[in-house]
C-alpha cells in the first residue's frame, strides 16, 4: 500500500524548497537558502545534461516556481538573477530539443484540431483504466500526480495573455476567467482541486507532494511554464490549451464514471464534472475565436501552434507510460 499523507489544504502562500534529488537541484537549492542573490556565482556549469532526468527537471520546475508562488524562507530577488536564469535557459533547451526530436512536425491547426475531437472508443491509458478497473488506492495516487498542476491550474497558460491581441486575447481571456471561477474564488478550479484531494484525505498544500512525483510527472507541468515563460513560444501555448481543452471533456467524462464506480466522494466527482461541461464548451472558444482569430492575425505561427497541441500529447504519454507500466507491475507510481 502507498502512504499517503492525510492533512487538510494549507494556507501557506508559498511552500517549501523540494528536496534536491542530484548535483543540479543540490546546487540550486544551496544557492536558493542562503540568501540574497548575487557575487561569484556557485552554480554549476552545465555540459552534458538529460532533460528526461529527474534532477532536471525538479531544477526547472524549482527555477519556474520562482515566478509563480516562491518559496517559504526564499527571497523574492532570485527570480530575476542573471546566474539563475542563464542555468535555466541551458536545461530548457535541453528539454526543448528532447520534445522537439520526439514530436513530428505539422502545419495545419485545424487539421490537428479535427483530429483531437474525434473520441476515442478505446483505450489503455490511466483514464480507462481507472474508469474501468483501477483502485481506489491507483485514483488516490493519481490525484498526487495531478495536484502538481491543478493546484495552480490555469495559472501557465496566463502567461499568453499579454502577448495576444483582438478577439484572440478576448476568447482566451473568457476561457481562462472561467478556469479562474467566474469571478468566484470558492468556484476557482485550483481550490475545487484542493477540495477534492481533501475529501481523498490527501494534502492539498500546493505542491505537498513534489518529492513523491517522478520525472514524467514534473516535464508534464513543466512544459507549460516553458511556452508560458517564452513569448517566442506564444503559438506553442495556445496550441497547448487548445488541445488540453478539446481531449478534456472525453477524459473527464471517464474519470467521473471510475470515481462513481469507486464510491468516491462527491467533491472528487465534482471537480471531473465541473470539466465535462465547461470544457466542452471552451473547445469550441478555442477553436474558433483563440486559435482561428491568431492565426488570421499570425499565421506564421500556425506550426508553433501544432507543435503546442503533438508536445502536450508526447509529454502526458511519456507520463501515461510510467503510470500503467508501475500499475501493470503491482507497483506504486510514485518515487
Same mark, same amino acid.
Given at each position: 500500500?502507498? $502512504? ?11 511552500? %517549501? ?17 542562503? =540568501? ?17 532526468? !529527474? ?10 516556481? /520562482? ?27 535541453? *528539454? ?10 505539422? %502545419? ?21 483504466? /481507472? ?28 502567461? $499568453?495573455?499579454? !502577448? #495576444? ?5 478576448? @476568447? ?30 490527501? %494534502? ?22 516553458? *511556452? ?12 497547448? /490549451? ?5 481531449? @478534456? @471533456? ?11 464506480? /469507486? ?6 466527482? $465534482? ?8 470544457? $466542452? ?5 478555442? !477553436? ?25 500529447? *508526447?509529454?502526458?504519454?511519456? #507520463? ?7 500499475? @501493470?507491475? =503491482? ?5
Amino acid at each position: 500500500m502507498t $502512504a499517503f499523507l492525510s492533512v487538510s489544504s494549507s494556507t501557506a502562500l508559498s511552500p %517549501d524548497l523540494p528536496t534536491p534529488c542530484g548535483p543540479i537541484s543540490e546546487a540550486v537549492t544551496r544557492c536558493l537558502a542562503a =540568501g540574497l542573490p548575487g557575487g561569484a556565482s556557485v552554480l554549476p556549469t552545465l555540459t552534458d545534461v538529460d532533460p528526461t532526468s !529527474r534532477d532536471v527537471q525538479l531544477t526547472l520546475l524549482i527555477c519556474y516556481e /520562482l515566478h509563480y508562488r516562491g518559496f517559504e524562507g526564499v527571497v523574492d530577488a532570485w527570480e530575476w538573477d542573471p546566474d539563475l536564469l542563464r542555468l535555466r535557459a541551458t536545461l530548457e533547451s535541453a *528539454f526543448l530539443d528532447y520534445v522537439r526530436e520526439h514530436v513530428e512536425p505539422g %502545419d495545419d491547426a485545424t487539421a490537428e484540431m479535427d483530429a483531437l475531437s474525434i473520441e476515442a472508443s478505446s483505450g489503455t491509458g490511466p483514464s480507462w483504466f /481507472l474508469r474501468d478497473e483501477g483502485s481506489w488506492e491507483q485514483m488516490r495516487e493519481y490525484f498526487v500526480h495531478r495536484s502538481i498542476y491543478h493546484l495552480k491550474e490555469a495559472d501557465p497558460h496566463a502567461w $499568453a495573455i499579454p !502577448r #495576444l491581441t483582438g478577439q484572440a486575447k478576448a @476568447s482566451y481571456v473568457a476561457v481562462e476567467f472561467d478556469e479562474y471561477g467566474g469571478g468566484k474564488g470558492d468556484r476557482l478550479h485550483q481550490h475545487l482541486w484542493a477540495e477534492s484531494m481533501v475529501a481523498a484525505e490527501l %494534502d492539498a498544500s500546493y505542491l505537498g507532494y513534489v518529492d513523491r512525483v517522478p520525472a514524467q510527472t514534473l516535464a508534464w507541468v513543466n512544459l507549460m511554464s516553458l *511556452f508560458g515563460l517564452h513569448r517566442s513560444l506564444r503559438g506553442a501555448t495556445v496550441g497547448h /490549451l487548445a488541445a488540453t481543452e478539446i481531449t @478534456s @471533456s472525453p477524459g473527464s467524462q471517464r474519470y467521473v464514471q471510475g470515481l462513481r464506480r /469507486l464510491k468516491a466522494p462527491e467533491a472528487c466527482v $465534482a471537480f471531473y464534472a465541473e470539466h465535462v461541461e465547461a470544457d $466542452a464548451v471552451h473547445e469550441q472558444v478555442l !477553436r474558433h475565436d483563440v486559435v482561428g482569430s491568431l492565426l488570421r492575425d499570425e499565421p506564421a505561427l500556425e506550426a508553433d501552434v501544432v507543435f503546442g497541441m503533438r508536445a502536450l500529447d *508526447f509529454v502526458e504519454n511519456e #507520463l501515461a507510460d510510467h503510470l500503467m507500466a508501475r500499475w @501493470s507491475a =503491482g507497483q506504486s507510481s510514485l518515487d
